[in-house]
């Protein structure tokens, strides 16, 4: 059986309910490894995905996150951060913890992933650092050098869009400059269909689909998704 690995944030994993791997993996038949974490930023992502063993005929599967996220690392070189995990996301759904390069998850050491919510020392980040050009260009940076990363190891791949990646930004309405010069590498030929402009998330609110809070898609929504947008991109993907 085709082993899939899948990388993101919530909206490829949750504890609480079905996500488009999870969709995936059942009507493809493929034994599902997902590597998501809920609150994760596209840094974490592919630290993560080149943290992973990923074992020969699999296939990895990427929906970005939202651009407009920043995490921290906290380890015992930087005990303050480690107070900071009271503000993590839940990982398991039972409570907050930091989590580590694969997958590890304690109270000691590990990144402090709290997906767009500026709390904590994250805080500082947002209020006296954070450039949202520079954010936004990053993001397409780390997308390209993931795709060359997984085109070097030939691993097979497919990428999904959660929001437009012309605007992937889910709270942070701040003017930008695109860096065209970066943005024009990305190989949109890996990605679902017209995913400079359509995501999971716009796709949703324009068929009327339910959220189960500001941001989230239920289960059925992702179900829908799965049969309009993402099993083409598998079909694609196998039939190489």
């Known amino acids: 059986m085709t082993k899939l690995y899948t990388f993101g944030c919530s909206f490829t994993c949750d504890a609480f309910y079905k996500t488009w ?10 034994d599902l490894v997902n590597c998501a974490e809920r609150g994760a930023t596209a840094e974490y992502t592919v630290a993560r995905l080149m943290s992973t063993n990923i074992e020969p005929d699999s296939m990895v ?11 921290v690392r906290a380890d015992s070189t930087t005990p303050h951060l480690q107070n900071d995990k009271e503000y993590a996301t839940w990982a ?37 650092l954070y ?4 954010l936004l260009n990053d993001y397409y940076i780390k997308i ?5 990363w997984l085109e ?27 860096n065209y010069d970066i943005f024009n590498q990305i190989d ?26 500001k941001s989230h898609p239920d289960e059925y929504a992702h179900r829908l998704f799965t049969q309009d947008v993402v099993k083409s991109v598998v079909s694609k993907l196998l039939d190489k």
């Open 61 to 71: 599967g990427i929906m970005w996150t939202s651009s407009d996220r920043y995490c």
């Open 188 to 213: 949109f030929s890996k990605f679902n269909m017209d995913a400079q402009n359509d995501g999971l998330l716009t796709y949703c609110i324009r068929n009327g689909l339910k959220f189960i809070d």
């Open 131 to 134: 450039n949202p050009t520079q």
């Open 92 to 128: 398991d759904g039972k409570g907050p913890m930091l989590v580590d390069y694969h997958g590890e998850r304690s109270d000691e050491k590990g990144y402090c992933l709290t997906g767009s919510n500026p709390r904590g020392y994250n805080n500082y980040y947002w209020k006296y």
């Open 144 to 148: 390209v050098l993931t795709q060359s």
């Open 152 to 178: 070097r190891k030939g691993i097979k791949y497919f990428m999904l869009s959660s929001l437009p990646m012309l605007n992937p930004r889910l709270w942070h309405k701040e003017p930008v400059e695109i």
């Open 21 to 30: 791997a999870n969709i995936v993996a059942e009507e493809f038949q493929f």
